[in-house]
């Protein structure tokens, strides 16, 4: 049979789109800003299709693979009532594949933010539903808590060295703890009655800090009992500051994304004085519009993304920013490995990428599995992943205490 020249042409594209829709995309990304001595340069970043929509919180469980939660929706704040239960799923770095998923069932919420306690049992919020959930990854059940406040939308999750676990109520004014063993929440409220806490960390010592997400505040809830807030400077004469997510670096000092102000922000333990803004500095850049994922790195880089420009940043301290392209919206999801890698979540383009700074352990891409472009654009990747469904799940009521 006779095959015209543009036949084959066809037939050569045809081929070629199929083999680029089953790459990873490898980006090598130039450097925007070469300031800093300190600055710690981009080599590549690839993209790793998420297997579900809009991911968003990350974490790490004890042998370096993520947890990322997929809630099929972009919270602002909620989901659509139409909206199904989310997922959330483990991507492996080892074998650079999904290798466990777990659809929520019935009855069950949009997670948001996840984390991993001591025993690999993942945590996680959905503010929808007003529930905290948990997955536990020997048993591949699913269970899930009611919070005691209705409608308190439990956000952004850390878990103590006890054990206990902790989240902030973004559609109210409170932050609250869980005890898995008597299975009890408590409630602590700001003096705000509008501050809509949004991220939350553990300091090394259990303190608990967290944003005010509509105040310009900084909370913490101490060791023993004592809430506790410090003062935002608004250096950057912007209305649109809020303090979003937040991270602690190796010296222990307090970072947070600063959102709309397009800014970060810094508490100095040493200087720090409770009902002010001691202690507190604020670095600015320009062009900005959304500072929302930020993270220490295990050298004290502090990195940050800002969503609508689609830039990953990183600051040095003493030194200034850096910025790289990247796309589909880099939002919430930005953590650091124990190998310095940096990860982040495209939520729009439903990516999971990370990034290879200098000096940091590269993930080993095959020929067969990798292509390279000289800027960064999504792609369309299919991983061969392996599902794993609860094989049963249940639902409890919390009880206020």
Known sequence: MKCSVANILRIFMLAALIVTNALLLVEFIPHADAQSSRASNISNMT??????????GTAFDGSGRLWVALPGCDLHPACPGSTPPGKIALFDPSQQSWTTIVRLPSGYGQPTFVAVDQNGKVWFTMPVTDNIGMFDPTTGNVSQWTVPT????????????KGTIWFTEHYVNQIASFDPVSQTFHEFATPNSNSNPYGIVVDASDNIWFTENSVAVIGEYTNQGVLQEYKIHKSSGSSGLTPHMITIDPAGNIWWSEGWAGAIGTLDLAAAQPGTNNGITEYTYSPACHTSGIKADKQGMI???????????????????????TSGHPYDGLNVDTQNRIWYDKEFANHITVAIPSGATPLTVSKQMATTTSKPAPTSTHMPIATMAPTSSKTQSGRKS
Do not use: M, R
Request: with cysteine; proline share 9%; net charge negative.
């Open 47 to 56: 993209d790793y299709a998420a297997p579900g929509g809009d991911p968003w």
């Open 150 to 161: 209705a409608s308190a939308g439990p956000w952004g999750i850390a878990i103590d060295s």
């Open 303 to 325: 990195w940050l993304d800002d969503s609508c420009q689609n830039t990953l940043g990183s600051f040095s301290v003493g030194g200034s920013f850096s910025f790289y392209p």
